[in-house]
């Protein structure tokens, strides 16, 4: 197994005070997983998720059903 680091991102559209989550995609294909942390915390906790539960929550986000209440 290599010792990829996370390449962490955030989106294009995180322009809200600071509330914002970073991703790193870069595991998607090699390990099946995204782990996703609090920008604010970088050295804090990462919360992991597979490639399908990511990819259903963007496409809830795309779509107006999964968002802030």
Same mark, same amino acid.
């Given at each position: 197994?290599?010792? @990829? +680091? ?10 809200? $005070? $600071?509330?914002?989550? @970073? =991703? =790193?995609?870069?595991? =998607?294909? +090699?390990? $099946? ?10 050295? #804090?906790?990462?919360?992991?998720? !597979?490639? &399908?539960?990511? !990819? !259903?929550?963007? &496409? #809830?986000?795309? &779509? #107006? +059903?999964? #968002? &802030? =209440?």
């Amino acid at each position: 197994m290599t010792s @990829e +680091t996370p390449r962490w991102f955030k989106s294009s559209y995180s322009d809200n $005070g $600071g509330a914002c989550v @970073e =991703a =790193a995609d870069n595991f =998607a294909m +090699t390990r $099946g997983m995204v782990p996703v942390r609090d920008s604010k915390s970088v050295d #804090g906790p990462v919360v992991t998720f !597979s490639t &399908a539960a990511f !990819s !259903s929550f963007v &496409a #809830g986000v795309k &779509a #107006g +059903t999964v #968002g &802030a =209440a």
